[in-house]
């Protein structure tokens, strides 16, 4: 499953669903379902299908159950999808490269959980926009850092390290802004749709003839099509700890 949300030419990763979608074989689901099992297959059959694609009858044939029997885990579809976007979050706890505390200092802090979210992205191209659009805990609550659990770690290293309150909190606001803006970017490059009204994004070349009248986006089109996501993530984040060094030069002589 993985390796197919990671590649960028599957249909997965692209985020389109399949042109059928498969059931599980009888007696898959004999295993007892729980809360985790029903949101972890939820996650997989998003980043095979693509969101569009789900309904709780589907998820239960992949299951193997009917769905009916997801109501018993879940409250709604509507709460599948907040559960959905939960788990791939909490994924962030399993990663061994991200600290809850600043260990090396909070540059390092924020390098570390900046790239744990691109991983996050990346891993679950689909899932991403959920993790972006839906209604968060609280509307001071921002995404992707949408858990009140990563909240605290980031205002308690911030704080810690010698942000004043207001600086932490500026911080947080560009730091979440960073990361919406550059990953949302990059997964809609691989063609994920970002919204429910959005179609599916073609990666194909302009037809004949759309470029003329254009000579500068003709002529640089090879440039302006290679994939320099990753460098620009970086070079971004670098910036952004430069700005961040700076509101903690001014808080603290404030």
Do not use: C, K
């Amino acid at each position: 499953m993985v390796d197919d949300a990671q590649d960028p030419d599957t249909p997965q990763a692209r985020g389109g669903a399949a042109a059928t979608i498969p059931t599980t074989p009888p007696g898959a689901g004999r295993r007892p379902l729980d809360r985790r099992r029903v949101l972890g297959a939820a996650v997989s059959f998003i980043d095979e299908h693509g969101i569009e694609a789900l309904t709780m009858r589907r998820l239960g044939n992949h299951l193997g159950v009917e769905g009916m029997a997801l109501y018993r885990h879940v409250s709604s579809r509507e709460g599948l999808l907040d559960g959905v976007v939960e788990t791939v979050v909490d994924e962030l706890y399993g990663d061994p490269d991200v600290f809850l505390e600043p260990r090396h200092g909070w540059q390092d802090y924020l390098q570390r959980l900046a790239h744990g979210v691109r991983r996050l992205a990346l891993a679950h191209p689909a899932v991403f926009p959920l993790v972006a659009t839906r209604p968060p805990a609280a509307p001071w609550v921002r995404p992707p850092l949408r858990s009140l659990r990563w909240l605290e770690s980031f205002l308690d290293a911030l704080t810690g390290s010698g942000f004043s309150d207001g600086a932490a909190v500026a911080a947080y606001r560009a730091y979440t802004g960073f990361l919406l803006g550059h990953l949302l970017l990059e997964v809609s490059a691989r063609g994920v749709p970002i919204s429910s009204h959005d179609e599916e994004a073609d990666a194909a070349s302009p037809p004949a003839g759309a470029l003329d009248g254009y000579p500068h986006v003709r002529r640089l089109e090879p440039l302006l099509s290679e994939d320099e996501s990753a460098a620009e993530f970086e070079e971004a984040l670098e910036e952004l700890l430069e700005r961040l060094e700076r509101i903690l030069r001014e808080s603290r002589r404030g």
